[in-house]
């Protein structure tokens, strides 16, 4: 009896369990719906972005504009995005996978590497990692970020590299691919333009007034802030998808394991009714 009294409280436990992860799925998949609409609605806008700092460099002489200026990297920095809590799957593994392959090789190439960690989970794993230099870290960032969220960070890594205290500046990141898919990357922010990017046909024609170098002068920092916002929104709807499946799948587990105790169950309380009936039986021929 003392096994199906220790089985019926594992069942209660675990349905309990499925309940919590239940709940929270439902919370995810609500946060992954409105994260992904906003990464999807931007994603255009981020690409014309890229495209209108490829366009400018190449109709400019873009070397007299700090923010284009390319340099022997000899200190990179780097925007390292992650969750504040855990129960999300791959996610923050996959992150912090990428950015130990890159630590590992700036120390390599004596590239002396600064970091600004956005999220609890990055900045806890930065503490333990030596040679790292941490300038910054942010917990509990908003899923829409405003420009005022955003502007502490953009103004200090525009300041570093203008200051040249940062020859680079990469931004490591969740790509969100579809709800299923996302995939752990990293961008290269400044200098701008930095990758060339496939120009559509139209921009290719496109005429810049009053003159280009106007155009690149007062739109350079706002497209690289786009580039910026883009990266946190992909990384929002990663997260948010990465645990509506999480959740799941610990919602499945919970409920083959309550079918299996269940079945455990029923079968030591079978055996212990089969047991009672052959000891009444015994004694009832004893009697006899």
Do not use: C, W
């Amino acid at each position: 009896m003392a096994n199906t009294i220790t089985l019926k409280r594992r069942i209660g436990s675990v349905k309990n369990t499925r309940q919590i992860t239940k709940a929270m799925e439902l919370v995810a998949a609500s946060k992954m719906r409105r994260a992904q609409e906003s990464a999807l609605r931007t994603r255009d806008y981020y690409d014309l972005a890229s495209q209108i700092l490829t366009r400018l460099r190449q109709l400019t002489d873009v070397n007299k504009h700090p923010l284009y200026a390319r340099r022997t990297v000899k200190t990179r920095l780097i925007v390292f995005i992650t969750s504040d809590r855990g129960l999300a799957g791959a996610y923050n593994s996959n992150l912090l996978r990428l950015l130990t392959v890159e630590l590992t090789k700036d120390r390599d190439q004596g590239v002396q590497t600064q970091v600004v960690a956005v999220g609890r989970q990055g900045s806890k794993f930065l503490a333990r990692f030596k040679g790292v230099e941490v300038i910054a870290a942010y917990h509990n960032f908003p899923d829409h970020p405003t420009p005022n969220d955003m502007a502490p960070i953009l103004s200090t890594v525009m300041a570093k590299f203008l200051a040249k205290e940062a020859d680079a500046v990469d931004v490591i990141f969740t790509h969100y691919q579809s709800s299923l898919t996302q995939v752990a990357s990293m961008q290269r922010l400044l200098p701008a333009a930095f990758t060339e990017v496939e120009l559509t046909q139209d921009l290719d024609q496109a005429v810049f007034e009053p003159s280009p170098e106007e155009v690149l002068n007062s739109v350079t920092k706002r497209l690289i802030e786009a580039q910026m916002n883009q990266a946190f929104l992909e990384s929002f709807a990663s997260e948010h998808s990465m645990r509506m499946l999480a959740m799941k799948s610990a919602t499945d587990n919970a409920t083959d394991l309550i079918d299996d105790l269940t079945l455990e169950f029923n079968t030591a309380r079978q055996a212990a009714i089969t047991q009672e009936l052959a000891e009444i039986t015994g004694g009832a021929e004893a009697i006899k």
